[in-house]
């Protein structure tokens, strides 16, 4: 297309209710509109950038092995229920009812979804299986801020590996952390893999990958000397070894 035909409203400036520097861009340059509170749309400049970022996962995620699935935003309740996290999920869920009276939900996360397709796998011959999607996710955010950072409906791309053994599940949490590596090597930021908490999502381990970034709100412990990285909620540190030498001899 050429650019004279192009959709670009750009703003001399920014409006007064962003503070970001992140969302005076993408509303100074026309990549995006509020809609309403938490809720924007991706114009044609912004949803390019969403495009090609997406196509930047696929590559790395197909080069491991993952398969790419499109599952629905919309849940019934009863897999929720199921697992018991209907409850665990609290007033960020969003929950409505069809004509029918049937409780559902605007998924926050794909974990229920993908283990019914799970049991379908037949053999253990079948695993590993590495799965995974970009799709819209919901979460009624209290107090969206900060353009895109905050906000009630974004794009995720979430991955779920089904594994023999614990052996196996170590392999594949490897091979994400490896294949997340790239994907920020190839966007060129600066991303550092740091320990955290699982919370909601459950695990017995968790990474996240966080880049430095003025409009942040996480705090990360880092080690010069170890390299060891945490966000502070789950960072610990080791008392200094203290050598317990016989006492003097008695006089």
Partial sequence: MRWSNLFVPTLRDAPGDAEAPSHKLLLRGGFARQLHSGHYSMLPLGWRVHQKISEIIRLHMDAM???????????????????????????EMFRLQDRKGSDLALGMTHEEVFAT??????????????????????????????????????????????????????KSFDAYHDAYVQIFKHLSLPAVPVEASSGAMGGSGSNEFMV??????????????????????????????????APPAAP
């Fill in 212 to 245: 430095p970034s003025d409009a942040g709100e996480d705090d990360v412990v880092m080690c010069a000397d170890c390299g060891y990285a945490a966000n502070v909620e789950r960072a610990t540190s080791a008392l200094a070894e203290v050598s317990d030498d």
């Fill in 65 to 91: 092995g993952a398969q790419e699935f499109h599952l629905p935003a919309m849940h019934p309740a009863r897999i929720w229920k199921q697992s018991g996290r209907w409850d665990v999920m609290g007033d």
């Fill in 117 to 170: 397709h799970g049991v379908e796998i037949s053999s253990y011959k079948d695993l590993p299986q590495q799965w995974y999607q970009i799709q819209l996710k919901f979460r009624d955010e209290p107090r969206p801020k900060s353009g895109l950072l905050r906000v009630r409906e974004f794009y995720m791309k979430d991955a779920y590996s089904f594994d023999i053994d614990e052996a196996g599940l170590d």
